[in-house]
């Protein structure tokens, strides 16, 4: 009977440590559309569009963003001289947005004004954050579009532009981990 319980409470332990790992998993961040008549295995080489920027996003910014894809899909594919040599164009685009987040505390202590004490009241606090997102679209050579990933991006949280474009180059990484969708097999 004690091995009994032994067992129950070892298999128990086992069960809650399963589960309790098993919620420490985060979803994938990366949203991704695409046409699923395409066929993308005949894709070879790419040409990067001029980068798109929405939103109080420097220049800078967009260069890092466009170097960052362009060094990614160096990887798997080869860059095409001109557009009408590409099988498939590439465009990056950083959409950025000033936010402001109210919270309020209802435990906070206040000072009071003169003779009048302390009390308590729930004061509001602002934070301002700047909310950013890397998209990527892949077009067909007649700028069809064909496949969009895209996740949040939090580059322009760093200071430095080297922080800025590893960070960069992690989230492109990301997003194109997921391209092209196996849809298909393949060539035509």
Request: with cysteine.
């Amino acid at each position: 009977m004690a091995s009994l319980r032994k067992l129950f409470s070892v298999a128990a332990l086992g069960l809650l440590v399963i589960v309790g790992l098993g919620g420490c998993a985060a979803p994938n961040p990366v949203a991704v559309d695409y046409d699923p008549g395409f066929k993308f295995a005949n894709l070879r080489s790419y040409y990067l569009l001029d980068t798109l920027a929405n939103g109080p996003v420097s220049p800078f910014e967009s260069k890092r963003a466009n170097q960052a894809v362009d060094e990614v899909l160096r990887g798997n594919y080869s860059p095409a001289a001109s557009r009408e040599e590409a099988d498939f164009l590439v465009r990056v685009q950083l959409l950025s947005a000033d936010k402001m987040a109210v919270y309020q505390d209802p435990f906070s202590i206040y000072g009071g004004y003169r003779y009048f004490g302390f009390g308590w009241r729930a004061p509001l606090r602002v934070h301002e954050y700047r909310e950013s997102t890397l998209i990527v679209d892949v077009l067909s050579p007649d700028e069809a579009p064909l496949w969009r990933g895209s996740m949040p991006s939090t580059a322009a949280r760093h200071d430095s532009p080297e922080q800025q474009m590893f960070r960069l180059r992690e989230e492109a990484g990301m997003i194109l981990a997921r391209f092209p969708p196996y849809n298909d097999v393949g060539y035509d």
